[in-house]
């Protein structure tokens, strides 16, 4: 039987999961693809290192030019993260005519127009399903199964790190710090966790479902982002009082022959799908002209299923290798759009005393915003109340025209909070 | 632009579905596959029908034969459904060399092997996406970007119809004749809905997935099943109350090398994903050994959702043509076992007086059942009160063993209900 060799740039998390995998399901994988397959070289910073995987010692090296180019092997599995050396490298790999698997969200958001010519050019694949979403296959599935599709929308919870915060922060009744130390913890979010809770990380991950999903290349500094460093625990409880979960979403909506593209936090129903998905799962859930609302859900990392999604995108190259290599012409046919037209949570601290809610409604209404629901509540400590407000439909700029104009009322202490409300409608 | 050519067997939603998608998103497929997809027949039972597509007269036939021998038609799309005359039009395709997509459940549970080895001895693809959960694309996802798992367990709501009933009745209060009745004038029912609501339909479905993610050929006769005509919308009611919802499940799982295969209605917890899967939508959940948890959620039926799946393989065959036919080697790995470890709900009445209570328990007791709750409740009118027991895990065979002895006793009135609890540990 033919053996197919791998070589692995990186030997962190991911690759010990793939190797423990090929090792696990090593009958299951021969009856798939009819082969076997082998690691024959594997990058690693150090040589002496002890390692949780079973490989020879002779496949080591610290060199990473003697793994991509080993003659025999013939996919190239890059798990090294960041982005200059593994540019560089999956240059050097595609150019030396070998297929390569990336778990890279960063470079492919960044490069993967580039490499994916490269790749045609040399005939060979280029395939990153566990860039987005770990261990659920979403990036193949809208490329494959899902082909006969226009997409309208994608809404993805895809930074776990965020929803394990944000889910403790509602379920422990923890606040944000707290929140982010007990992640730390349990390796759910890395000593600086700001790539993901400023949103960077989700906006990579939107713009690489973006590009697969319409065929639209996105630059990465079109995403506009905000991340849950301002989301409070009082945000929190009034949302679940409100019949509300806040997590955080990207999104990519198609409106008027327009894209959208956003990541932000955002109130969703409870009783929406998306609502049940905690700690540290992940979800995408999309609306194609044809099969309508789908929602893929499962873990968005780990060793495993990231490991599972890395490889899936091998066993595809080598069940596959001779199919046509066409891949779909990505160009400029959306304008990048940043209008959208949606409800708002807002919560305002004021001073407890008359007429102040009517004062506050009437600038909502000059400037066309209609309120959806307002909640009222005890005065805090210092003779101050918070005030919640649900609007109606509006853009974000009527809202911070009419806060900018309510902030400065004296009887107004604080603006506390701006949340969009999705509501799938 | 090289043209692709279908024949399509069937005029019905599905049919009408595909023809419409293949219209609407023309430019994408075409950017997809890089040709073009035509239809060059389709088989019909009457020749002077109106039609919702617009496709010249003339590709129009009541003569199948005209479908499967066109030489010029490379694909064939079989959309009739049942059984017998699908299998014949299926096989002589196959044997033209053409290759098959289809919708057909009980064709493919019944008689699916056997095709799919006629369409290896053939050197042509047969796929059947669209059998199970319509629009979701869970089939080729197992067997392509899972394909690095083992799978552990597969627990679907895979009906539409019983879902929407379901809903209906914790939702709307409906009882359960009356939900039937609004399911049917919905359309998502049909004049006679047995084969929804006694699970024959879903066990078709749990055969396929079982097939395709464990290699395992099921004959449908092994796949025990239970609909939901007895469940009552008091049952629906003390679920709910027990942070429950109840839906008609089909599992396969794996357990100690063997295969427990069922179709049963079941408690879900609130919280879990499947909970919130409501009226007509379907959800697969599935658990494989290195992915971890996944659950796949949307439309199970309808005309475009279904057309999205025929579709979806119809461009994989333009795609991959040239691909590997291998198949994975379907045998009987696994013993197909009943001997399910479960909680249960069970409802009975009794006739309120003191010392019942202790009674039943003790019977419970005595054949190993232990108790997890239990709800008693206010007298109905005619000195009867109903009685719920959540028990502990426990087989099925001593439950009944159990509710036998405790049907017995003459102030048991009657024995209502008793419900799988699926708690996903």
Not at 101 to 106: F, I, L, S, Y
Not at 282 to 300: D, I, S
Not at 355 to 367: E, S, T
């Amino acid at each position: 039987m033919e053996t197919v060799k791998l070589g692995i740039l990186g030997m962190g998390t991911v690759a010990t999961g793939l190797i423990n995998i090929i090792e696990l399901n090593n009958s299951k994988i021969i009856e798939t693809i009819n082969k076997n397959l082998a690691v024959s070289k594997v990058l690693v910073k150090s040589l002496n290192k002890k390692r949780e995987v079973s490989l020879p010692q002779n496949v080591y090296t610290t060199d990473a030019y003697e793994v991509i180019n080993d003659k025999d092997t013939q996919i190239i599995v890059e798990l090294i993260g960041g982005i200059n050396h593994a540019y560089e490298y999956i240059k050097a790999a595609l150019n030396n005519k070998k297929h390569v698997v990336t778990a890279n969200k960063a470079l492919i958001a960044t490069h993967g127009g580039e490499l994916e010519d490269l790749a045609a050019a040399n005939g060979v694949k280029l395939m990153y399903e566990a860039s987005v979403a770990g261990g659920i296959p979403i990036l193949n599935t809208i490329s494959e199964s899902l082909a006969a599709n226009e997409f309208e929308k994608i809404i993805g919870i895809i930074n776990g790190t965020t929803n394990y915060i944000l889910t403790q922060m509602a379920e422990s009744g923890l606040e944000y710090d707290q929140a982010v130390k007990e992640a730390q913890r349990l390796g759910f979010a890395e000593a600086d966790p700001s790539s993901d809770v400023e949103g960077d990380d989700a906006a990579y991950k939107i713009a690489i479902l973006s590009n697969i999903a319409f065929g639209q290349r996105i630059e990465i500094k079109n995403v506009p982002k905000e991340g849950i460093t301002k989301i409070s625990k009082e945000d929190i409880t009034y949302a679940r009082e409100l019949g509300y979960n806040i997590k955080l979403l990207a999104s990519a909506v198609k409106n008027d022959g327009e894209l959208e593209l956003s990541v932000h936090p955002a109130f969703i129903p409870a009783e929406h799908p998306l609502s049940t998905v905690k700690n540290e799962f992940n979800a995408v859930f999309l609306k194609g002209n044809a099969v309508g609302e789908l929602m893929f859900y499962g873990k968005g990392a780990g060793s495993l299923p990231t490991g599972s999604a890395v490889l899936g995108d091998v066993m595809s190259i080598v069940k596959n290798s001779q199919r046509d290599n066409t891949e779909i012409k990505k160009n400029d046919r959306y304008k990048i759009a940043d209008k959208a037209f949606k409800p708002y949570y807002i919560r305002l601290e004021v001073i407890d005393k008359p007429g102040v809610l009517a004062k506050i409604a009437g600038v909502f209404g000059v400037h066309g915003i209609s309120l959806a629901s307002v909640m009222q509540r005890q005065k805090n400590g210092n003779n101050t109340a918070p005030l919640v407000f649900i609007t109606h439909k509006a853009y974000r700029k009527s809202i911070d025209e009419a806060l900018n104009e309510i902030s400065r009322f004296e009887e107004v202490t604080k603006v506390c909070s701006i949340i969009t409300v999705e509501n799938f409608k």
